[in-house]
């Protein structure tokens, strides 16, 4: 996933250690630990899904929307969605504030920079701010865990398991059959997973499961 930024010292890429993570690597006993990792860039922004940008430079954004929106309402002014959009902004207000992230999609076209989710930068640690991140551009977290790797991975907010299991490998999705699934926030509650079963806390789920963020699968799957 591709970032944004007008702040130097975050270019490159980060890697979000997501305590749930090592938690889950302690459990299993996983020789290797493998965190999501976002790239923030400088340049393009247009092909980012999102922006970490100073405060003080988000009027420049806005100023230039603006003026994008004014030249092709010229073209186009009897657009109703353009019209709402140049009110956002003569208000010095985000596309994105105004609309959903499913909204957005209708005006991608036009490569607005403030209809992209954003997040303005200030002191607090890296790993707060990648949170933040993960969850204005509508990702989440799931994890698989075995011997040699405990790894995390992104999935866009109410995708289905199928689409997790492609994540992992095209396999997993071409040939699923089931998965056993448990969420991360019960890993206490449980010793092994034969308990969990009997406990009710790992359930077996079919293609169309809708994956949230913490949940733990172990893909069944034959090819």
């Known amino acids: 996933m591709k970032i944004f930024t007008d702040i130097e010292d975050l270019v490159g890429k980060k890697t979000y250690h997501d305590p749930r993570l090592e938690k889950l690597q302690k459990r299993a006993k996983s020789k290797k630990i493998t965190f999501v990792s ?32 004014e030249r092709t309402l010229e ?37 607005f920079l403030t209809a992209k989710p954003i997040v303005i930068f200030d002191v607090e640690n890296i790993e707060e701010l990648l949170r933040k991140v993960l969850e204005i551009t509508g990702y989440i977290s799931f994890f698989t865990a ?33 998965a056993e699934v448990y969420n991360i926030e019960h ?15 790992m359930k077996i789920v079919d293609k169309d499961y809708t994956v949230n963020d913490g949940d733990v699968l172990n893909i069944k799957f034959k090819v």
């Open 146 to 178: 075995g011997p040699n790797e405990a790894k995390a991975w992104l999935l866009k907010k109410g995708e289905s398991i199928i689409e997790a299991a492609g994540k992992i490998h095209t396999d997993l999705a071409r040939g699923f059959i089931r």
């Open 75 to 111: 073209r186009n002014s009897d657009n109703e969605m353009l019209r709402r959009v140049k009110d956002i902004l003569e208000k010095e207000e985000t596309i994105f504030s105004h609309f959903t992230l499913k909204d957005t999609k209708e005006i991608k076209e036009y490569a």
């Open 38 to 69: 976002i790239e923030f860039t400088n340049s393009d922004a247009s092909v980012c899904e999102g922006l970490v940008i100073k405060k003080s430079n988000l009027i420049n954004y806005i100023i230039s929307d603006l003026e994008k929106v």
């Open 187 to 201: 890993l206490d509650k449980f010793a092994n997973p034969q308990d969990a079963k009997a406990k009710g806390i």
